[in-house]
C-alpha cells in the first residue's frame, strides 16, 4: 500500500462521520435522548480523529501522484487549501462536540444549546467537506473537473505541447 491508496482509504472517513453524526443528532433532538446525543458528539469526535490521519497521509499521496500525466499542480494545491479549511472545522467541530459530552454529564444549563449549536457548526463543516471531497476527486477524475480545469491539467503533463 503506497502512500496515495492510504489516504484514499482514510479520507472518506472525515466526510461519512460528520454525515452520521448529524443524522444520530437530529434524531437526539427530536426524541429528547440523551444517548443519541451523546452518540452523535462521539461520531464527530471520531471525525476529527479521521480528519487528522487524513491531513497526515495528504503530503505522501501528493508526492505519490504528482509526477502522473493529467496530475495538475493547480488542482492539488486546490484541494489542499480546501482540506485545510475543512480539517480545521472538523477540529472545531470535535472540540464542541467534546464540551457537548461533558455538559451532558454534568447537566450544565448550556447542555440545551449544545445540540443545536453543534448541528449547526456541523452543517458548516459539511459544506466545507464537500468541497474538499471534490476538489480531491478533480485531481484524478476528470469526468467531473470543468473545462478549464481539463486543459489546464493537459498543459501541465505536457500532453497539449507540440514538438
Same mark, same amino acid.
Given at each position: 500500500?503506497?502512500? *496515495?491508496?492510504l489516504?484514499? @482509504?482514510?479520507?472518506?472517513?472525515?466526510i461519512?462521520?460528520p454525515i @452520521?453524526?448529524v443524522?444520530?443528532?437530529?434524531?437526539?433532538?427530536?426524541?429528547?435522548?440523551?444517548?443519541?446525543?451523546?452518540? *452523535?458528539?462521539?461520531?464527530?469526535?471520531?471525525?476529527a480523529?479521521?480528519?487528522?490521519?487524513?491531513? *497526515?497521509t495528504?503530503e505522501?499521496?501528493?508526492? *505519490?501522484?504528482e509526477? $502522473?500525466?493529467?496530475?495538475?499542480?493547480?488542482?492539488?494545491h486546490?484541494?489542499?487549501e480546501?482540506?485545510?479549511?475543512?480539517?480545521?472545522?472538523s477540529?472545531? $467541530?470535535?472540540?464542541?462536540s467534546?464540551?457537548?459530552l461533558?455538559?451532558s454529564?454534568?447537566?450544565?444549563? @448550556?447542555?440545551k444549546?449544545?445540540p443545536?449549536t453543534i448541528?449547526i457548526?456541523?452543517?458548516?463543516s459539511?459544506?466545507?467537506?464537500?468541497?474538499?471531497?471534490r476538489?480531491?476527486?478533480?485531481?484524478?477524475?476528470?469526468?467531473?473537473?470543468?473545462g478549464?480545469?481539463?486543459?489546464?491539467? @493537459?498543459?501541465?503533463?505536457?500532453?497539449?505541447?507540440?514538438?
Amino acid at each position: 500500500m503506497n502512500n *496515495a491508496h492510504l489516504h484514499l @482509504v482514510v479520507n472518506h472517513l472525515p466526510i461519512i462521520f460528520p454525515i @452520521v453524526g448529524v443524522i444520530i443528532l437530529l434524531i437526539a433532538i427530536f426524541t429528547k435522548s440523551d444517548v443519541s446525543k451523546r452518540n *452523535a458528539y462521539i461520531v464527530f469526535i471520531l471525525g476529527a480523529v479521521a480528519s487528522v490521519a487524513a491531513m *497526515a497521509t495528504g503530503e505522501g499521496a501528493e508526492d *505519490a501522484i504528482e509526477n $502522473l500525466q493529467g496530475v495538475s499542480e493547480n488542482l492539488m494545491h486546490r484541494h489542499e487549501e480546501a482540506a485545510e479549511i475543512f480539517a480545521g472545522m472538523s477540529y472545531f $467541530l470535535g472540540v464542541i462536540s467534546l464540551l457537548g459530552l461533558l455538559t451532558s454529564y454534568r447537566n450544565f444549563s @448550556v447542555d440545551k444549546l449544545m445540540p443545536v449549536t453543534i448541528v449547526i457548526v456541523a452543517g458548516v463543516s459539511l459544506y466545507f467537506a464537500q468541497e474538499a471531497g471534490r476538489t480531491g476527486g478533480e485531481i484524478r477524475h476528470t469526468e467531473i473537473r470543468s473545462g478549464a480545469d481539463i486543459q489546464n491539467a @493537459v498543459e501541465n503533463s505536457g500532453e497539449g505541447q507540440n514538438d
